[in-house]
């Protein structure tokens, strides 16, 4: 079983860029797709973007594409989710997440971290 862990999240400003990391132990991690999906107060996990097994291919959703770039490094058992352009709305908290598919529905994934507190000011 893998278990993914956040880290990087913090406060900055519109404009800014902020970069999140998620190191997994447990599984082999090569044997899984690795997501980030974000949430907000009252609301449900929101796919943000998604690698393949090797992290030859790569989605994302329309609201990040172009601004949020996502790898992964099998030697680490890592993935790193580079966020720049910030924008208010992105303000959330960010989830590492583990599955066996390429997917944007969270139910997909099975295995998660705790989330890390991005904060966008405006």
């Known amino acids: 079983q893998l278990q993914p862990v956040e880290s990087g999240g913090g406060l900055v400003q519109t404009g800014g860029s902020l970069r999140l990391s998620c190191t997994a132990s447990?599984?082999?991690?090569?044997?899984?797709?690795m997501g980030w999906f974000r949430q907000v107060p009252g609301k449900g996990r929101e796919f943000v973007a998604c690698?393949?097994?090797?992290?030859?291919?790569?989605y994302y959703s329309d609201s990040v594409r172009g601004r949020f770039h996502m790898s992964r490094d099998n030697t680490k058992n890592t993935v790193v989710l580079e966020m720049s352009s910030l924008k208010p709305e992105d303000t959330a908290v960010y989830f590492c997440?583990?599955?066996?598919?390429?997917?944007?529905?969270?139910?997909?994934?099975?295995?998660w971290g705790r989330g890390t507190q991005v904060i966008v000011s405006s």
């Open positions: 997440a583990a599955g066996h598919y390429v997917s944007q529905l969270a139910d997909e994934f099975a295995h």
């Open positions: 690698t393949t097994y090797s992290g030859d291919s790569t």
């Open positions: 447990g599984s082999p991690f090569d044997r899984y797709v």
